[in-house]
């Protein structure tokens, strides 16, 4: 079969390559998938580079940690999954960009017929984010301001519907003014372009001088120092990424660490979903079918590339102002 995969850590475009490897073997508990389509995410091209997580890669190494596709084999003691159904495929260690992939059978999730592949190709990693960090990590009660960094970015959209549904209030930054008009159609209470000012000031202008008491950033360097300013005396704060690779300055002003109680905490699906028991992940999947059905937490779909191609798909997702998830679609050639 063709699997995409990296010798070293790198640009992706210079390390990633499509080779011939051997068909994988599902063994006990484990399934054997024939993915019909696997998205570009961020988190992929962070663990390409080597800064996703505390995921070591061992060379050569897979990629791509979600996506869609046809059970094709399965392993001694997997009793709850078939042969031919489709299921959405949450891959730990990565291996997605293949034509097939072999995956514990609790991380296949069975897809209803309604939900397109282009969507069951992205169930996991934006959807589970966006429901944890709002509704459980943080806790964001109805009515409250919500202040989010990224907020052109899929995972950012997802957050502003998602809020809007709960009663909670965004506030939500971004670097261009071109999205201002979509994102407020899109439920965003309030926008903020970082160009027209320092973060914290723009907040407090809008919720008052106390600023905000909840915050999620994936961006972190100045954008994360200047939200975590703009944070209430009690506010917590947390970081699912690290876009720019520069630390967040929390001690640079005394007023901010010798005051209050802000926290700054970090978020990783991969941690959280590995301490949910069967029950709170079966939740997690009907909530994610249900907001899912509703349009709050679908993706935008954008251009698809066969697996030859997924140095122009990887060229196309890191694209400034792209619109929708760039796919691999590993069954064309």
Known sequence: MKAVRFDQYGEPAKVIAVDDVPLPEPGEREARVRITATPVNPSDLLYVRGVYGGLEAHFPAPIGFEGVGTVDALGPGVKDLAVGQ?????NGTGGNWAEYT???????????DDIPDEQAACFVVNPASAIIMVRQALAVPRGEWLLQSAAGSELGRMIIRLAKRDGIRTLNVIRRREPVPELKRLGADAVIV???????????D???????????????????????????????????GSLTGEPIRVGEDPRYILAGRRTLEVFWLPDWLARMDDTAREQLVQDIVTLMREGIVETSPGSTFPLDEVTTAVAEAEKIGRKGKALLTPGNR
């Open 86 to 90: 489709r299921v959405s495929v949450m």
């Open 102 to 112: 072999v995956v514990p059978a609790r991380d296949l999730f069975p897809m209803p």
């Open 194 to 204: 970082s160009t027209d000012g320092p973060i914290d000031e723009q907040v407090r």
């Open 206 to 240: 809008i919720v008052g001088p106390e600023g905000v008491k909840y915050a999620i950033d994936p961006v972190v360097g100045e954008t994360g120092t200047q939200m975590f300013k703009a944070l209430h005396a009690e506010g917590r704060m947390l970081v699912y």
